[in-house]
C-alpha cells in the first residue's frame, strides 16, 4: 500500500509542494526532521524535510526540487497518485524553548523547513523575525505563511525584484543592531549559512544550522553528509541535521560537495554522450 498524494502544486520554476496521506509519518514527527520517499518500486531512497504537518487529518507536506531523477519521477505523479514508500520521522528534531527573540533565516529553499521551525519557536512564547532572501522574486514562496508564524517578514532578493535588495546577511545586521537577539537559526545553502555565521560569531549570538542539504542516503550508510563540528566527525542525518553553526567546518562542507556536483556534471555529460550515440 502506498502514500495517497491528495495535493499538487508548483510553487516556483521546477520547485514542487505535495501532500501525502501519511497519518502513522506524521503522528511524531517534528520540526526539523526528515522522511525519505522512494518514487517507484527498487528506487533510490531520497531524504527531503518535512515542510508542514496535519497531525488531525494525518497529512505530511513535503517541498522539492525536480533535479535529479527520483525527484524528478516525484514531480511526475499526481493527485490520486501513490509513492510507494515513506518512512519517517527521521533525524533529530530542532531543539525548541523559550529563548526570547529568535531570527530565523531562510535562503532560497530552506523556506521550506524553516516554517515549522518558526512555529514551533513562535508556539513556545518567542517573537520570531523570519527573513527570506532568494535570487528573485520567482523563487520566493510561502510568504502568507511565514507572516503567520513570524511577528515581522523580510523579503530580499539578490536583483532587488521582490523585497529589498540584498543578501540576507544585511537584514540580520540591522535586527543585531536593533535590539538583543537570543537566537538564530539559518537553513539554505552553504554560503549563506556560512555568511550568517560568520556575522553571528563575532556577536556571540548562538546560531543553528540546518545540514540537510548535504544528505543522501539518510541513515550514515553512505557517509556523502559527514562534516567536521567542533573538531569532531558528525553525520548530517543521524547526529542532525541541526548543529551548532559555529563549530562546523564550513570550507571542509562546500570543499565536498563542489567534488560531488562536479561527478554529477561529468555523469550526466557522458549520459548524454551515450544517448546521442544510440
Known sequence: MGYKIISKKELCPNQYEITIEAPFVVKNAKAGQFIIFRAEENGERVPLTIADVDKEKGHLTIVYMAVGYSTK??????????IPDIVGPLGVPTHIEKV??????????????CYLIAKAFKDAGNK?????????????FWENKMQKVSHELFITTDDGTLGRQG??????????NKEKI??????????????????????AIKTIVSMNPIMVDGTGMCG??????GGETKFACVDGPDFDGHLVDF???IARTSIYKEQEKHRDENCNLLKSAK
Do not use: H, Q, S, W
Not at 128 to 140: Q, T
Not at 167 to 176: N, Y
Open 73 to 82: 519521477k516525484l514531480a511526475a505523479l499526481n493527485v490520486g497518485d501513490e
Open 100 to 113: 526570547g527573540t529568535v531570527v530565523c533565516v531562510a535562503g532560497g529553499y530552506g523556506a521550506a523547513p
Open 128 to 140: 520570531v523575525y523570519m527573513v527570506m532572501g532568494a535570487r528573485n522574486k520567482n523563487l520566493i
Open 167 to 176: 543578501f540576507v546577511t544585511g537584514v540580520v545586521e540591522e535586527l543585531i
Open 182 to 203: 537570543d537566537l538564530v537559526i539559518a537553513v539554505g545553502p552553504m554560503p549563506m549559512m556560512r555568511a550568517v555565521c560568520n556575522l553571528t560569531k563575532d556577536k
Open 224 to 229: 556523502a553528509c559527514r562534516l567536521t563540528v
Open 251 to 253: 570550507d571542509e562542507v
